[in-house]
């Protein structure tokens, strides 16, 4: 069967401060969408939260960028802003950079992963969500999963593989995208996708079948309000099994604290740290940054699971590891590389402070 699965994400408000979601918040979500399935709207949904973020994963026959799905989702996080503000929760609404929808939630401040798939016999999929980093953060992942055969075996060893993936890569900033095929193209790929700040890799689709594989956000929530608003915190869909990835591939990128942007006011790199949905809940420093990963089997639509994919012993190592980078990393205070990079300081206090000393500065003789 046709199907779509949609994750659709924005924080509206933070308890207490930008470290967690309340859990009325939470439940006005679920009430919310329990009628949209009621009315055969949606097939079927889950709620969930990622640190300050409310997640919205719906299963429907409506396609990518319906109106409909977007405006239930839209309308959700608008009576969900009343309940935050009503609590006083932190930053309420703050995703939400338009007074009115407009038909579709993508450029009004909500993340958006999307993907329509021919369901399979078996369809095990992945969702993976982030609080306090950027929308490239995906990248070193993707690649992984997709392209590197240290990573993923199958690459090597499974005909279905073998034939490689093709990453659809967006340039955040110029509205511009390029599809890179790998093997043969993994250089250029690199080239790009290793300046995640400016390029992000928006899908990902198999050369075997052309089926898509991987779908992320890449929505950047600065560029879209000219300002600092707070940071991205994406999402990403992945398909596993079968002609893509096994499971334990794609879970396996996350065994490195690699660093991300965001962190504190979004404006340091800090190690991404995987944890359980019940750990998702940032508050030193704001973070370190946070990842979760959901595991569902979709069946006819419903949404079998989840399963707590980083909830496992495994991943203690990684996580030991991401407190060491973050004890070394905050050692830097206000210097880079903690600190951003001045190109992404643009849309904090820097303009401003810039204006202010222009005069002093003068020509070196």
Not at 51 to 78: C, R
Not at 113 to 122: G, H, K, L, P, Y
Not at 192 to 219: E, L, N
Request: proline content about 6%; hydrophobic content about 40%; aromatic content about 10%.
């Amino acid at each position: 069967m046709k199907l779509t699965l949609s994750v659709i994400k924005a924080d509206i408000g933070g308890y207490v401060g930008h470290s967690e979601s309340h859990p009325a918040i939470l439940a006005k979500a679920e009430e919310c969408l329990a009628e949209y399935k009621q009315s055969g709207l949606l097939i079927d949904y889950y709620v969930t939260k990622c640190g300050d973020d409310l997640q919205l994963i719906m299963t429907h026959q409506q396609g990518e960028g319906s109106e409909k799905i977007h405006k239930l989702a839209w309308d959700t996080f608008v009576e969900g802003t009343e309940l935050a503000k009503s609590l006083k929760l932190y930053g309420a609404g703050q995703d939400l950079l338009s007074d009115a929808f407009s038909g579709n939630v993508k450029g009004m401040g909500p993340g958006v992963a999307e993907m329509e798939i021919e369901e399979r016999e078996s369809e095990p999929v992945l969702i993976f969500m982030a609080d306090k980093t950027s929308s490239g953060s995906w990248n070193m992942p993707l690649y992984k999963m997709f392209a590197d055969p240290f990573n993923t075996i199958g690459l090597i060893i499974t005909e279905s593989l073998h034939s490689g993936f093709a990453f659809e890569v967006h340039d955040v900033k110029d509205h511009k995208k390029i599809t890179l095929n790998t093997p043969e193209e993994i250089y250029d790929l690199l080239i790009y996708i290793g300046a995640p700040s400016r390029y992000a890799v928006k899908a990902v689709y198999s050369r075997a079948t052309g089926d898509v594989a991987a779908v992320s956000s890449t929505q950047r929530l600065s560029l879209i309000a000219g300002r600092y608003v707070g940071k991205d915190d994406p999402v990403c869909i992945v398909r596993a099994q079968g002609v893509f990835p096994a499971v334990g591939e794609v879970v396996e990128p996350f065994s490195i604290p690699y660093l991300v942007e965001g962190w504190m006011r979004g404006s340091h790199h800090g190690p991404f740290m995987p944890v359980s949905v019940a750990d998702s809940k940032p508050t030193r420093f704001d973070g370190p940054p946070r990842v979760i990963c959901l595991g569902f089997q979709l069946a006819e639509g419903r949404l079998v699971g989840p399963r707590d994919m980083f909830d496992d012993v495994s991943f203690d190592n990684v996580r030991r590891q991401a407190n060491e980078v973050a004890d070394y990393m905050r050692r830097h205070g206000p210097f880079e590389p903690h600190r951003l990079p001045l190109e992404e300081m643009e849309y904090t206090t820097m303009p401003q402070i810039a204006k202010k000393l222009e005069r002093r500065f003068s020509h070196l003789d």
